[in-house]
């Protein structure tokens, strides 16, 4: 099973952005579609877009403004980036592997991919 870690949490000053990376140790992403979920205290996980193998990438509404989600292909992981942030973007950020993009909203409540464990994003000032 493909063990995915997220890096690049931590604390951030609202209005600032973070760089958040999905790797798989000694497995490239490439072939994967990538999506990026988040967990905020007491609330459901919601997806925030989903980035084909090929590059195309998809974003659920709240996010279209504010993230980007791409490959680094030097090093075959999977990057999100996301500005202007707020108190409410506190969370856990976690990627997930899956074969397309096709059912990236809702891999939570179908239960598959392979998931990683999360990196905790806190704003605050």
């Known amino acids: 099973q493909l063990q995915l870690v997220e890096s690049g949490g931590g604390w951030v000053q609202p209005g600032g952005s973070l760089r958040l990376s999905c790797a798989a140790s000694?497995?490239?992403?490439?072939?994967?579609?990538i999506t990026w979920y988040r967990q905020a205290p007491g609330k459901a996980r919601r997806a925030l877009g989903c980035?084909?193998?090929?590059?195309?990438?998809d974003y659920v509404d709240f996010a279209k403004d504010r993230v980007t989600i791409s490959r680094d292909d030097a090093n075959h992981t999977v990057s999100l980036q996301m500005s202007s942030l707020k108190p409410e973007d506190t969370a856990v950020y976690s990627c997930?592997?899956?074969?397309?993009?096709?059912?990236?909203?809702?891999?939570?409540?179908?239960?598959?991919?392979?998931w990683g464990r999360g990196t905790q994003v806190t704003v605050s000032s």
């Open positions: 997930v592997a899956d074969s397309s993009c096709r059912r990236y909203r809702v891999l939570h409540l179908e239960g598959v991919g392979s």
């Open positions: 980035i084909e193998p090929n590059g195309d990438t």
């Open positions: 000694g497995v490239s992403l490439d072939p994967y579609a």
